[in-house]
């Protein structure tokens, strides 16, 4: 296997099985994979999972997940920004309090998939 990098193309070259294919994958590609990789890594803290499983239900305020979580708030919002950054969820304000929701509703479909197709397998 040899790889090379060109004009900022990363290739890899596989040789010599002859059903192999070339693979590379080209900036373009690197780029979407690492923002789609910025929002996994922003739903693999468990309170944050389970922030977004809370928020599936309903929409939430930070006071919310402070009482639920026994967090201090800055702790909390924390978490939120993460996932606020990552479009996972949107922010509503109204009055003095700020309220969650789930902005990605496809998040529903990849939990439940998760469990049903790899679960508990360790």
Not at 69 to 75: A, G, Q, R, V, Y
Not at 90 to 95: L, N, P, S, T, V
């Amino acid at each position: 296997m040899y790889f090379f990098n060109l004009c900022f193309l990363q290739y890899v070259v596989i040789l010599p099985n002859d059903n192999a294919k070339g693979i590379f994958m080209d900036t373009m590609n690197k780029d979407r994979l690492e923002s789609l990789s910025a929002k996994f890594k922003a739903m693999s803290h468990p309170t944050r999972l389970w922030m977004v499983e809370q928020l599936i239900r309903e929409e939430h305020s930070v006071c919310d997940f402070v009482v639920a979580l026994k967090l201090d708030h800055s702790t909390v919002s924390n978490h939120l920004s993460i996932l606020k950054q990552a479009f996972i969820i949107e922010d509503e304000k109204r009055g003095k309090h700020v309220y969650y929701s789930l902005r990605a509703d496809c998040m529903t479909d990849i939990i439940r998939c998760m469990e049903e197709k790899i679960g508990n397998i360790r």
